[in-house]
């Protein structure tokens, strides 16, 4: 069972024809994107304390698009997030004191301070550790999916979903077209959402793919893809809930292409200098945008868009106040093996 996530409502699906509940769902988009922002920043401050073993890498500008597809997810559906996706784990249901926990090097984080930040997962929760940004992460989802059919659990027309996450230079890792094929030719309720932030570290799109467009790539594998405007928060819950829903129905494998901009670098320790002015004026910040938009629409004021980052921080600062009291690793408290002990009651106690 998904644990609900910290004092956030849970997520329910729009009726298409309840403007009351579409309206619901934009404004719980909107408040994981901003918790998402919220909490990347505050890593950020935390690593600058030196209190943040490693780098910090954040998912600034990719909060609609990685939001969205964590929320549109269910109890029992897999999801394999990448390093810019807080927005997704967090509405898929991973805890801000883990993070906090993993982040800071914490003995009761899930990775037992034993690591960097960016393998933490929840396999009770189906999200996946992730191995690597380059594309590991889709054959786990399909090795996943298979094993549910092998269980006899993949049938009917209202499927678990596993949902892969990757970027536009992850899309050239040939492991990432080995899975890809194979969830084509198994006809796997897979969903890959692909967010083209433009630039692969710091290589742009014209020198890592020459296609027109990384959606036409479907088309080669045999099945359905779509593209939208990952700074536009609408349009990316249209274009996922339009991918999930169709997996669940047995459409097989589904991509959704987002174009966006990283608004930050690859990590903490790239100023991203190789991205111009002008490519950067081609861009919005989502979370403005969606913040104006629901402005204007009336769906929030400016006070409640104030306290959606007040609501944040309070929380974070919470988790990072309780992180603080716990303790280090210590190798002479630890039995080190290769292996994570699944139960983590053992380390808490
Ligand atoms: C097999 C492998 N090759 C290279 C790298 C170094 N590397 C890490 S992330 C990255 C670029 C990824 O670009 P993209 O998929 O577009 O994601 P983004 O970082 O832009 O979100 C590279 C080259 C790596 N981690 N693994």
């Not at 009351?20 to 505050?42: E, F, K, P, Y």
């Not at 801000?96 to 997962?121: E, L």
Request: charged share 20%.
């Amino acid at each position: 069972m998904k644990p609900q996530p910290q004092k956030l409502p849970s997520i329910a699906s729009p009726k298409a024809s309840d403007p009351a509940s579409i309206n619901d769902l934009r404004v719980r988009h909107l408040r994981w994107m901003i918790l998402a922002r919220a909490l990347d920043d505050r890593m950020c401050k935390l690593k600058a304390q030196n209190l943040v073993p490693g780098s910090v890498f954040t998912g600034r500008g990719q909060e609609a698009f990685s939001a969205a597809g964590g929320m549109l997810l269910r109890p029992g559906d897999v999801f394999a997030p990448l390093i810019r996706d807080q927005a997704g784990r967090l509405a898929f249901g991973e805890t801000i004191i883990d993070v906090v926990r993993t982040c800071m090097g914490k003995r009761t984080s899930s990775m037992r301070g034993r690591d960097g930040n960016i393998h933490r997962g929840n396999i009770d929760l189906g999200l996946l550790p992730m191995i690597s940004h380059l594309g590991a992460m889709v054959s786990v989802v399909v090795g996943m999916l298979m094993a549910r059919r092998f269980q006899g659990k993949l049938v009917g027309n209202d499927l678990c979903v596993g949902m892969a996450s990757i970027g536009d230079g992850g899309m050239n890792a040939g492991a990432l077209h080995e899975a890809v094929n194979a969830a084509a030719v198994e006809k796997l309720p897979m969903v890959l959402l692909v967010a083209n932030n433009q630039v692969a570290y710091s290589t742009f799109n014209d020198r890592t793919y020459a296609c027109k467009d990384l959606v036409d790539r479907a088309a080669g594998y045999g099945f359905n893809g779509q593209s939208c405007d990952g700074t536009d928060a609408a349009a990316c819950l249209a274009a996922i809930g339009d991918a999930v829903a169709r997996a669940r129905r047995g459409e097989g494998p589904q991509m959704v292409v987002a174009t966006l901009l990283r608004l930050a670098g690859h990590g903490l320790h790239d100023p991203a200098d190789y991205i111009t002015p002008e490519l950067k004026s081609r861009f919005g910040d989502c979370i403005q945008l969606d913040s104006n938009t629901l402005k204007i629409q009336g769906v929030l004021s400016e006070q409640d868009i104030e306290r959606l980052w007040e609501d944040a921080r309070t929380l974070i600062s919470a988790a990072v106040e309780q992180a603080q009291t716990e303790p280090d690793p210590d190798p002479g408290q630890e039995t080190w093996n290769a292996y994570a002990e699944p139960d983590l009651k053992k380390v808490r106690t």
